[in-house]
T-cell receptor
Framework: DADVTQTPRNRITKTGKRIMLECSQT?????MYWYRQDPGLGLRLIYY???????NKGEISDGYSVSRQAQAKFSLSLESAIPNQTALYFC?????????FGPGTRLTVT | QKEVEQNSGPLSVPEGAIASLNCTYS??????FFWYRQYSGKSPELIMS????GDKEDGRFTAQLNKASQYVSLLIRDSQPSDSATYLC??????????FGQGTTLQVKP
């Protein structure tokens, strides 16, 4: 079984809809991260959490929110999806600084 | 100025050759450095970590770090077509977050 899982793997949604992306890990890591990846723009950090009670904004948090439900679970929400949020979304975990990525969610907002 | 810079490529090498991938970073306080490999449509996979000046070898991969010149490189010996991917350089500035470069696309031609 994969150490870091993301659901759904693919999602098409309409503008204005609320959507949640979920991430679970069995690595026992305290730190979890959400990134988006766009062609030509690389990986950009949306939110990160160093433990269950810690939530921090990354460089592109506008339009997103997160919830850390447990050490193993970190969810990303798009409150009202817009087309420029179409991207590949990755969750990652770390014990210290080495980060391990989930398989990604391809999100399309029409 | 971008914090982590990589030549986007593509870098094309023949099978069996040495591929040399370079990365420069702007923050002199950077503590740890990572190379990730990402196949098209897949998630980044950690392949090398380096924390001190000099070379670190792991199989066909060698990471080289020069903090005075603020660069880190990845050498891939005996390149194989299966090495064709995008290689992401990532830098930690003692914050627990990684700053990623945009990646270099490597093409290994049979």
């Amino acid at each position: 079984d994969a150490d870091v899982t993301q659901t759904p793997r693919n999602r098409i949604t309409k503008t204005g809809k609320r959507i949640m992306l979920e991430c679970s890990q069995t690595k026992g890591h305290d730190r979890m991260y959400w990134y988006r990846q766009d062609p030509g723009l690389g990986l950009r950090l949306i939110y990160y959490s160093f433990d269950v009670k810690d939530i921090n904004k990354g460089e592109i948090s506008d339009g997103y929110s997160v919830s850390r439900q447990a050490q193993a679970k970190f969810s990303l929400s798009l409150e009202s999806a817009i087309p420029n949020q179409t991207a590949l979304y990755f969750c990652a975990t770390s014990d210290t600084v080495e980060q391990y990525f989930g398989p990604g969610t391809r999100l399309t907002v029409t | 100025q971008k914090e982590v810079e990589q030549n986007s490529g593509p870098l094309s090498v023949p099978e069996g050759a040495i591929a040399s991938l370079n990365c420069t970073y702007s923050d002199r306080g950077s503590q740890s450095f990572f190379w990730y490999r990402q196949y098209s449509g897949k998630s980044p996979e950690l392949i090398m970590s380096i924390y001190s000046n000099g070379d670190k070898e792991d199989g066909r991969f060698t990471a080289q770090l020069n903090k005075a010149s603020q660069y880190v490189s990845l050498l891939i010996r005996d390149s194989q077509p299966s090495d064709s991917a995008t290689y992401l350089c990532a830098v930690n500035v003692n914050t627990g977050k990684l700053i990623f470069g945009q990646g270099t696309t490597l093409q290994v031609k049979p």
